[in-house]
């Protein structure tokens, strides 16, 4: 059976086949029914977030959302509801997606960075700080007031004026705001694809808005009591490499959006520097994950020898095996009596196992080495915080096993016991929920919820990379003597 599963626990990743639902076709009662049942027969932690001492609990809550749901007719709210219910589980890999019917906005409002410049001044943007020209990422957006020719009800509309997406381009809107007094600002966020997101969004500070967890900075105009940023700042949401007093400094934002390549090209451009250095930061605050591979270039100069990985096993239901087959054969829903005869082998044998967990080896842990290993750097500094999830927390259990490292920060977000996601359509909405097992002793020694402690805790509101390389130079020079 190893030969069945074991390669799909690192391609076989959440393809979202959502069919075309009316949203006035959907009664949430019967989608908070799908919900759960998809969630109780098919999501792999279940048998840990629900147990016998806190099955009671459980059954209450479901009762309680049932209830809501039973309430509810509004498509919007009733995911609200389905999200609640699924807080009760506290995994960040447990989540809803619209069916296709979800709302395109393919709205655009001609608009260019001279013409806003002129209107900021003559209609006296300055007195409302949410205006400006504000940016995220690959992502440059001016935030106007709601056209008056418009009949979209909304207050300001955040529109792109320069774009490194080829997705994306000026003129299109990114997000609508509708102020919310005395709370968050409602938001219309329109992702990737341009459907659209519900979600809420606030001003932490006359140059930062916060929208969904994430950090626009105000670029324009220059607020006057915040520092010009230096490359490392201006630079946080991109990968590079920097140096601060001939430090090598990596930054990682995330492992999704480059390709491993990429990564491979940033570490050998510097790696004379790389390896003769006394240090090195790496730093993985706000990474939210990925692909594992992204970050394997690193992992030379990272580990100092072998480490211990644990063994990942799969959950075996009905859906899950289907879509194991689905995979393997290259063909959806494929009837069993057209199976090959190994097809049919494979597909006996995990249905003769259904309802249980199967992992790779028989053992807990198997030893990976990595192909090659650099003496230097001497020390890594390893910054973590909250927002560092997913793939970002299995580089982080990876490196933190080397000598060389030191994790510098606060907890991980907890969001790795469960992976490999797969989607479901229940009509209404698409649930997607992980299929896998990080490791066999996930009850005894969960990450999730509270994440991987760092070595040394420092507080959010410390600057912590002049702390990190103070601690680092203090402990090398402690260590020499």
């Known amino acids: 059976?190893?030969?069945?599963?074991?390669?799909?626990?690192?391609?076989?990743?959440?393809?979202?086949?959502?069919?075309?639902?009316?949203?006035?076709?959907?009664?949430?009662?019967?989608?908070?029914?799908?919900?759960?049942?998809?969630?109780?027969?098919?999501?792999?932690?279940?048998?840990?977030?629900?147990?016998?001492?806190?099955?009671?609990?459980?059954?209450?809550?479901?009762?309680?959302?049932?209830?809501?749901?039973?309430?509810?007719?509004?498509?919007?709210?009733?995911?609200?509801?389905?999200?609640?219910?699924?807080?009760?589980?506290?995994?960040?890999?447990?989540?809803?997606?619209?069916?296709?019917?979800?709302?395109?906005?393919?709205?655009?409002?001609?608009?260019?960075?001279?013409?806003?410049?002129?209107?900021?001044?003559?209609?006296?943007?300055?007195?409302?700080?949410?205006?400006?020209?504000?940016?995220?990422?690959?992502?440059?957006?001016?935030?106007?007031?709601?056209?008056?020719?418009?009949?979209?009800?909304?207050?300001?509309?955040?529109?792109?004026?320069?774009?490194?997406?080829?997705?994306?381009?000026?003129?299109?809107?990114?997000?609508?705001?509708?102020?919310?007094?005395?709370?968050?600002?409602k938001i219309k966020y329109m992702m990737g694809d341009h459907s659209i997101k519900t979600t809420t969004g606030q001003l932490v500070n006359n140059s930062t808005f916060e929208i969904d967890g994430s950090n626009w900075k105000k670029i324009w105009p220059k607020v006057s009591d915040e520092p010009t940023l230096g490359e490392i700042e201006s630079k946080f949401n991109e990968f590079h490499l920097a140096y601060i007093d001939e430090i090598p400094y990596l930054r990682l934002p995330d492992f999704y959006s480059v390709e491993p390549s990429y990564v491979d090209s940033l570490m050998q451009a510097h790696h004379e520097n790389i390896v003769k250095s006394d240090m090195m930061i790496v730093d993985v605050r706000g990474n939210r994950g990925g692909n594992d591979g992204t970050y394997f270039p690193v992992l030379p100069y990272v580990l100092s020898g072998p480490i211990e990985l644990p063994a990942s096993g799969f959950w075996l239901s009905e859906y899950n095996i289907q879509m194991v087959m689905d995979y393997k054969t290259g063909e959806s829903n494929k009837k069993v009596e057209d199976y090959t005869r190994e097809e049919k082998e494979d597909y006996d044998l995990m249905m003769a196992n259904k309802g249980t967990a199967f992992f790779d080896y028989p053992e807990d842990t198997f030893t990976f080495n990595a192909d090659t290993l650099y003496n230097g750097p001497k020390k890594i500094i390893l910054l973590t915080d909250k927002e560092t999830a997913s793939s970002g927390e299995t580089f982080v259990y990876r490196a933190n096993q080397s000598d060389k490292v030191v994790v510098y920060g606060q907890n991980t977000a907890g969001v790795v016991d469960g992976f490999n996601g797969l989607s479901k359509d229940i009509g209404c909405f698409e649930v997607v929920f992980p299929t896998s097992y990080r490791a066999k002793d996930i009850k005894e020694n969960p990450i999730d919820p509270y994440g991987i402690a760092p070595d040394v805790f420092v507080n959010k509101k410390v600057d912590i990379i002049p702390y990190a390389i103070e601690h680092m130079t203090q402990l090398i020079k402690n260590n020499s003597q």
Request: net charge negative; proline share 4%; hydrophobic share 35%.
């Open 1 to 185: 059976m190893k030969t069945i599963l074991k390669p799909l626990f690192t391609t076989f990743l959440a393809i979202v086949a959502i069919s075309s639902i009316q949203a006035q076709d959907c009664q949430c009662s019967e989608a908070y029914e799908k919900a759960v049942e998809t969630y109780e027969e098919n999501y792999s932690l279940f048998i840990y977030k629900v147990t016998d001492e806190n099955r009671d609990l459980y059954n209450a809550h479901k009762v309680v959302m049932r209830e809501k749901a039973n309430k509810t007719s509004d498509l919007s709210d009733c995911k609200k509801v389905i999200e609640q219910y699924l807080q009760f589980f506290r995994d960040g890999h447990t989540y809803i997606l619209n069916s296709n019917s979800k709302e395109i906005n393919e709205e655009k409002i001609e608009i260019s960075e001279a013409t806003y410049k002129e209107d900021f001044v003559d209609n006296n943007y300055n007195l409302n700080p949410i205006f400006g020209i504000w940016e995220r990422g690959k992502y440059t957006v001016a935030i106007i007031p709601n056209p008056e020719e418009s009949s979209t009800v909304r207050d300001f509309v955040g529109v792109i004026i320069d774009s490194g997406s080829p997705n994306w381009e000026p003129t299109d809107i990114k997000f609508e705001l509708i102020t919310n007094y005395g709370k968050p600002y």
